[in-house]
């Protein structure tokens, strides 16, 4: 990750944050030590939504499997009783 800028600083150089953030990648911005958010190009951004997006068929050829979000739960069943069934 890039450099971290104060909230003043990098309020105070707008524009070199900005550029930095375009040359040298995401720029970190924090308040009282603490990061609070990141500046990254537009070319970054783009890239990062098209890489977050994923498909059914990415889904199912992920090697990890997910059937747990594509299988409804169901109730639990009620059972008969043994004098029913006689």
Excluded: C, H, N, Y
Excluded at 19 to 36: H, K, L
Excluded at 59 to 86: I, Q, Y
């Amino acid at each position: 990750m890039g450099k971290a800028w104060q909230v003043q600083e990098a309020k105070a150089k707008f524009s070199e944050f900005l550029e930095t953030s375009r040359e040298e990648g995401p720029q970190i911005v924090t308040r009282r030590g603490v990061a609070e958010a990141v500046l990254v190009s537009i070319d970054k951004w783009e890239q990062m939504k098209r890489l977050a997006r994923t498909g059914l068929k990415d889904l199912l050829l992920s090697p990890d499997a997910r059937t747990d979000s594509l299988t409804p739960l169901r109730e639990k069943s009620r059972t008969r009783d043994e004098t029913s069934m006689e």
